[in-house]
C-alpha cells in the first residue's frame, strides 16, 4: 500500500461553540473527535497524520490529544498564522480570523510529500470513510477525490451550518458550491438566499483526497485571492472554491467516493450530548474499544 497521511485541520476556535472544541471529551474514557478520527484512520492504513494548529495551543493539544499516539503513528504539526502569506504581502491591521480552509491546508506544504486525506478536526467521518480514500490512494495516484455526504444527515438540530452543496456527474464532482446557515425547518432545508433544499444533494463536509500537487495550486492560487480580497478583515480561502475552480477550469478532477458510515460534528455546545450518545452506541456495537489508546 502507498503511503498515505492524515491531515487534521484544527485551527478554528470554534466561534459558534464558544471554545476550543477540538479537545473536548466526547468519549467515556475522555477521548476527543480527533481521538477516534486518527485510530479510525489509523485501522484503514494511513501511516501518518499532520495536525493543523493554532502555535499558541501547542503544548495544551499535546497533553490532550497527541502524546497518546507515541509509537503508533508519526505525528507533525503544522502551525496556521495569519502572517504567513506570499512574499510582498502583509496582514491588514485589525484582522485576527485565520484566512481559511486553503491556507490552513497550505502551511503542511514542507510536511506532506505523498497523497493525504483533509477533514475538519470537530467532525467524525467514520471507519468506512477513512478505508475509501485508503483503497482509491492504494490503486490510484494522480486523481482528487471527495467523500461525500447526504446533506440531511450532516445537520445540526440547534442552527445553521456551512456545507459544500455539491453536483455529482458519473461519479466526478462538476460543481461544489460553499453555502452559508444550511437548517432544517418545517418545510425542509433551507440556506442563506431562502434557497430550498430536499436534504439528498450530496455535500461536502470537508472530507477530501488529495496529491502533493495541490500545494502548487495553493500557491498561486492564494497569491490571486490576496490580490482580490487581501485587505478585508474577514475574507476566506476555502478549500470548496479552490476545488470549483480548478474543476471548472478543467485542471483537475475529483472523484466522488461514498460512504454509508454515519456523520456527526460538534457545531454547538448542544450538539455534544448528540454526539457522546452517538459514540457510545458505536462503542457498544464493538467497533471502538471502550479505551482508545492504551500505553
Known sequence: ????????????????????????????????????????????????????????????????????????????FAFQDVHDLPEGFTCPDGREKPWGTGHAIFTARDLINEPFCVINADDYYGRESF?????????????????????????????????????????????????????????????????????????SVNMWGFTPILFDYLQEMFVDFMKESGTELKSEFLIPTIINDLIQSGREEVHVLRSDSPWFGVTYKEDKLYVQGEIQKIINAGVYPKKLFVN
Open 131 to 203: 478505508q475509501k480514500l485508503a483503497e482509491f490512494y492504494t490503486n490510484e495516484y494522480r486523481s482528487f477525490s471527495m467523500v461525500a455526504y447526504r446533506l440531511d444527515k450532516t445537520l445540526s438540530s440547534f442552527g445553521g451550518v456551512t456545507r459544500g452543496i455539491c453536483k455529482v456527474e458519473n461519479d466526478r464532482l462538476s460543481t461544489v458550491i460553499e453555502t452559508g446557515n444550511v437548517r432544517k425547518t418545517d418545510s425542509g432545508v433551507t440556506s442563506d438566499g431562502d434557497v430550498t433544499l430536499d436534504g439528498r444533494e450530496p455535500v
Open 1 to 76: 500500500m502507498n503511503n498515505i497521511t492524515l491531515l487534521v485541520m484544527a485551527a478554528g476556535m470554534g466561534s459558534r461553540y464558544g471554545g476550543l472544541k477540538q479537545l473536548d471529551s466526547i468519549g467515556p474514557q475522555g477521548e476527543t473527535i480527533i481521538d477516534y478520527s486518527v485510530y479510525d484512520a489509523m485501522e484503514a492504513g494511513f501511516n501518518k497524520v499532520v495536525f493543523i494548529i493554532r502555535k499558541k495551543f501547542e503544548d495544551i493539544f499535546k497533553a490532550k490529544i497527541t502524546n497518546k499516539y507515541t509509537g503508533k503513528i508519526q505525528v507533525e
